[in-house]
């Protein structure tokens, strides 16, 4: 499993933001981040989002509590997974598609300096 991390490239913008970032505990390759980019037209929140919908599924069966005789603790990854998840696709789509251009008429100057 080929595995990169540099804030740099798309793929370690989505690890920083998913918390995939360690080598020895990775849950996605390079190839799979790619492809969660992919269909998310390079959008990295989106594809973020996507990444952390998959990988909270793999953990959907996964033990949520456990007690030690009188110690216990709960976790529950799966939903803050999916809360994270839907707070970067909120983030998406809160960044303009395109931002309005507006022409610089200082620029042109006048006719009659000329």
Request: charged letters at 20%; proline letters at 3%.
């Amino acid at each position: 499993m080929s595995f990169t991390y540099s804030l740099t490239t798309d793929i370690g913008k989505v690890r920083l933001l998913i918390g995939d970032n360690v080598i020895a505990s990775a849950q996605f390759s390079d190839a799979e981040i790619q492809v969660f980019l992919h269909l998310a037209s390079g959008n990295i929140r989106v594809a973020a989002a996507n990444a952390l919908d998959a990988w909270a599924a793999t953990l959907a069966n996964a033990m949520k509590s456990e007690n030690i005789g009188d110690y216990g603790y709960e976790k529950d990854s799966v939903a803050n997974m999916k809360a994270l998840a839907a707070d970067l696709r909120a983030q998406a789509k809160a960044v303009p598609v395109f931002v309005w251009a507006e022409p610089d008429y200082e620029a042109i100057g006048d006719p009659e300096d000329d």
